[in-house]
């Protein structure tokens, strides 16, 4: 089963992840991400999916409904994130101010709900680990939705910002749940390393992992190369991602300040 893939960007600009059927359909989403040139315009919809499209780096204006809003993101690294969520049947268009990156998450979902839009202003951001360990996995994590806060989703999706030479995912664990990470480092030549079960692959700027369900998965970037990385999980039928199952032969990091 592959777990680890870097893909490259179409003529189009379009860099196709994960498909429900097809490549990596464990992941149990469609995930797709976009280069978008200045003055391009994308729609999204679907009769059968939940949708969210997120704004990687670059400046939008977000289109849908009877709503519109402008969008600036200079830097994956350094600004917070604008996150369109929307239900089944909602049209989303969005076009580029100026050259920009987008990633479109979905699956599929017969609940209708209404269109939450996330900004720097309304997103969940935490840090995580700043007293463990030297530091040394501290990680600066933004959620846009979860359980939580959507129940109503059979996603969730968030960012993750790990400063160079640093851990997250950590200590290790693991969910029923499938995950899916997208990395970004703002130098091309930034790696690190993902860990899934007894695998290894290298991190590479726009590479991205499927974690299958019960597999633990801690990461590591190499020194001088913050990394990015999107965090996207499908809940499970009857049973939603709520929380980490930590490794008990780790669990001892827990208690360590």
Known sequence: M?????????????????????SFSNAM????VYRMDKGQSLSFTSNSEEMAVLLVQGELT??????????????????GAFCLHACRDTKITVTALQPSEILVQSTENSETFESKFYTPENCTEETFGRNQFDGKAQRTVRTFFDYHT????????GEIIVPQGGWSSYPPHQHPQPE???????????FGACFIGNDVNKIKDGSFCVVPG???????????????YVWMIRHLKGNPWTDRIYDPAHTWLLDET
């Open 62 to 79: 977000y289109s849908w409904m009877k709503n519109k809003f402008s969008a600036l993101r200079r830097s994956f690294l350094k600004d």
């Open 180 to 190: 899916v990470y997208y990395y970004r480092f703002e130098r091309p030549q930034g």
């Open 29 to 32: 989403m469609n995930i797709t």
């Open 2 to 22: 592959k777990i680890f893939d870097y893909p490259e960007f179409d003529r189009a600009g379009k860099k196709i992840l994960t498909r429900t059927k097809g």
């Open 150 to 157: 959507a129940p109503y989703s059979n996603m969730v999706m």
């Open 214 to 228: 019960g597999l633990t998965h801690p990461q590591v970037n190499a020194p001088g190369y913050p990394m990015y």
